[in-house]
């Protein structure tokens, strides 16, 4: 099977509950878009189950990091992913596209025999996440100056053009999502009270290991 679809998504219409995919480093924001690969068999279900009904899937961070066990605690806050696109492989995964739609807090789990977790989960406090935020409201010079040093100093390439086009959430919830931070970094940038917020903690952590660089130590990006 392979289908497509990006239709925009009711705040008022979001399940109360849903199932979770919690992953360690991996952070998903409103409306980034995120690979995934899923091949175990209870994910394998629970992506079934989401592309015959919502297409709802909640991305979540263990606490501890590569948490142990077939529950491992989790983070209260996720954010919520709608399927946007999805392949069939002929060796039975499923290759999907999720947009980040909407924040969440977990209230509760859900105690059931379905092979994969399922939470209650409160949006209240996210509803400006169904917004973009507008542009100019972060310091973009020193965005791009940091991000430009990191690059030049992993000699990795860039399309700069791209870049200099791009809108402010895009680039910072982008860049937020593929440079490689700490799984708490991750959650901190989550977990930020709004987008301005986000966007300097973003400046913040490029800095940081641009610093740790300088010192002669790895860094956090290698």
């Known amino acids: 099977m392979t289908d497509s679809l990006d239709e925009p998504v009711d705040f008022a219409a979001l399940d109360a509950t849903i199932p979770i995919f919690p992953l360690t480093g991996v952070l998903l924001l409103p409306r980034g878009m995120l690979p995934l690969n899923i091949f175990e068999p209870r994910y394998l279900a629970m992506t079934r189950d989401a592309l015959a009904g919502s297409r709802l899937i909640g991305m979540i961070q263990p606490q501890e990091a590569f948490g142990r ?113 700490a799984p708490s970094e991750k959650q901190a940038l989550l977990e930020a009270g709004d987008f301005a917020k986000r966007g300097a903690l973003l400046i913040t952590l490029l800095e940081m290991a641009l610093m740790e660089r300088r010192d002669g130590s790895a860094g956090r990006f290698n």
């Open 69 to 181: 066990g077939e529950r491992p605690a989790v983070y209260r806050i996720g954010c919520l992913g709608r399927i946007n696109a999805s392949v069939d492989t002929d060796d039975g995964r499923i290759l999907i596209t999720l947009r980040g739609v909407c924040r969440f807090s977990v209230t509760d789990e859900l105690l059931t025999t379905l092979p994969y977790r399922q939470v209650e989960a409160d949006y209240a406090a996210f509803e400006g996440d169904m917004t973009m935020a507008a542009n100019g409201q972060i310091d973009r010079p020193r965005l791009v100056t940091a991000l430009r040093s990191y690059l030049e100093r992993q000699n990795l390439p860039a399309d700069w053009p791209s870049i200099e086009a791009a809108n402010d959430e895009v680039l910072v919830h982008s860049l937020a999502m593929i440079c490689p931070f």
